[in-house]
């Protein structure tokens, strides 16, 4: 009998235990229940945040690839420029170098012409100076002859001496006056120690045609030939080196003055002597 009460009381312990337990288990339940709700919410939410963030993510990607296909692109295209800028620039720097070299040419060329000018003004104030010499020589020679017969004169870089027909010749003769033979050796002391002078003796007449032709003569070229060609021969037989002499007869084709009077007829009818320095070593600057 104690035992059958103490299985009664047991069994309703146990019973009240297993309701306790119960009770507990639906409390645990149900906050389990409303944490898997909740953290269900959560996932939703979240899976919503990945979807999104894939979404943002693509979106991403693709903006990526645009941009680096744009960047790709603008960097090609850079270096395509900044390539024929290079290629511009070498170009430049070569016509540059170029532009340089020839610069440094026509300094050079500009530095030897102004050296050559520089010499050649030297050497025609040289020559200058051995023209006014020369006339003065001349002058100082033939101081004892008479103005109206005979001038020393420069011109063109030349001494003339112009000798008057009635110094050197009679009318209408090739023949020299014993007063113009003395006049030539004058001329002929200075002239004959003179190796740098070159002689251009030169006959003129007027235009009055010639009365007395002969075998050799027969107009004024042949008369005013054969009176240089007569100074000529003086000049050479007082000394002068022949090497040095030319003889020319222009005629009546160069005159002085007016054929239309005496004193222009007399002006034109005279011997003209050129002297002329040599001027080889001028030319050979030229």
């Known amino acids: 009998m104690k035992n059958f009460y103490f299985l009664i009381f047991f069994c309703l312990t146990s019973c009240v235990v297993s309701k306790k337990k119960y009770d507990e288990a639906l409390v645990e339940k149900s906050r389990l229940i409303a944490e898997n709700a909740g953290n269900e919410k959560k996932i939703n939410h979240y899976k919503g945040e990945n979807q999104q963030l894939k979404s943002t993510i693509n979106s991403l990607e693709s903006s990526n690839s645009e941009l680096e296909q744009k960047l790709s692109s603008t960097i090609s295209s850079f270096e395509s420029s900044l390539s024929q800028k290079e290629r511009s620039l070498l170009q430049k720097e070569s016509q540059l170098d170029s532009a340089l070299r020839?610069?440094?040419?026509?300094?050079?060329?500009?530095?030897?012409?102004?050296?050559?000018?520089?010499?050649?003004?030297?050497?025609?104030?040289?020559?200058?100076?051995?023209?006014?010499?020369?006339?003065?020589?001349?002058?100082?020679?033939?101081?004892?002859?008479?103005?109206?017969?005979?001038?020393?004169?420069?011109?063109?870089?030349?001494?003339?001496?112009?000798?008057?027909?009635?110094?050197?010749?009679?009318?209408?003769?090739?023949?020299?006056?014993?007063?113009?033979?003395?006049?030539?050796?004058?001329?002929?002391?200075?002239?004959?120690?003179q190796s740098d002078i070159n002689i251009m003796v030169e006959g003129h007449t007027d235009n009055v045609p010639i009365s007395s032709k002969g075998r050799y003569m027969n107009d004024n070229?042949?008369?005013?030939?054969?009176?240089?060609?007569?100074?000529?021969?003086?000049?050479?037989?007082?000394?002068?080196?022949?090497?040095?002499?030319?003889?020319?007869?222009?005629?009546?084709?160069?005159?002085?003055?007016?054929?239309?009077?005496?004193?222009?007829?007399?002006?034109?009818?005279?011997?003209?002597?050129?002297?002329?320095?040599?001027?080889?070593?001028?030319?050979?600057?030229?």
């Not at 009679?170 to 113009?180: E, F, L, Q, T, V």
């Not at 003086?234 to 002085?256: F, K, Q, W, Y």
């Open 221 to 286: 070229w042949d008369l005013s030939v054969m009176r240089a060609t007569e100074v000529v021969r003086a000049l050479i037989s007082n000394g002068v080196d022949p090497t040095l002499i030319i003889a020319s007869g222009r005629g009546e084709h160069h005159p002085i003055s007016e054929n239309n009077s005496k004193e222009g007829k007399s002006k034109n009818r005279r011997t003209e002597i050129i002297l002329t320095p040599d001027l080889n070593s001028l030319y050979d600057l030229l």
């Open 102 to 193: 020839e610069n440094r040419n026509l300094n050079e060329d500009l530095n030897s012409r102004a050296e050559k000018i520089n010499e050649l003004e030297a050497m025609i104030a040289e020559k200058n100076a051995a023209v006014e010499k020369i006339r003065n020589i001349v002058s100082n020679a033939l101081l004892n002859f008479e103005k109206s017969d005979l001038t020393v004169s420069i011109q063109n870089g030349k001494v003339y001496v112009s000798l008057s027909e009635q110094l050197l010749f009679k009318s209408g003769s090739k023949d020299i006056d014993p007063k113009g033979i003395e006049a030539i050796k004058q001329l002929a002391n200075v002239l004959k120690s």
